[in-house]
């Protein structure tokens, strides 16, 4: 009888590994170091849900809308048709890194706006006046490299 629960118990261990393989599917950025990390957030105070960068030293994210098709995006499960397209609220970035946003698509629709932090992650839960639901585009670089 004690061989038989083993033999379950391995046979669940293995299905629940298998289950959690996708590369990009994870239930939360304990994956990581925050640091290395950018996080962006459906609504403010980082509710809702969320979508990860990390991975290279340099991500360009030309299109919010086919954002979860980045190589270097993770994502909740079932998320991965999700239109990040004007619907970010907050942002969590990484000591590490500098984000610069845009408005519209490839980097466009006037000046953009850099989130850079000085010393330790930066958590802006809730976007500059204008902000709000409007981002379509981002770069990603080293916190001393920031995009222009
Ligand atoms: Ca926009």
Redesign the pocket.
């Given at each position: 009888m004690k061989n038989l629960f083993l033999i379950f118990s391995v046979a669940a261990l293995f299905l629940f590994i298998s289950g959690s393989t996708d590369k990009n599917s994870y239930s939360s950025y304990s994956e990581l170091s925050s640091a290395d990390m950018v996080v962006f957030h459906e609504h403010t105070n980082y509710g809702g849900k969320q979508i990860r960068f990390y991975g290279a030293s340099d991500i360009d994210i030309p299109k919010f809308s086919e954002a979860t098709n980045n190589k270097n995006a993770h994502y909740d499960s079932g998320q991965e048709s999700y239109n990040w397209?004007?619907k970010i609220s907050s942002i969590m970035i990484g000591k590490n890194k500098c984000l610069t946003v845009w408005?519209?698509t490839n980097y466009g629709?006037g000046d953009p706006y850099t989130f850079k932090p000085s010393g330790s992650d930066k958590h802006v839960y809730r976007l500059p006046s204008g902000w709000g639901d409007?981002?379509?585009s981002a770069k990603i670089r080293p916190v001393d490299n920031c995009a222009k």
């Open positions: 397209n004007d408005k519209d629709g409007k981002i379509s």
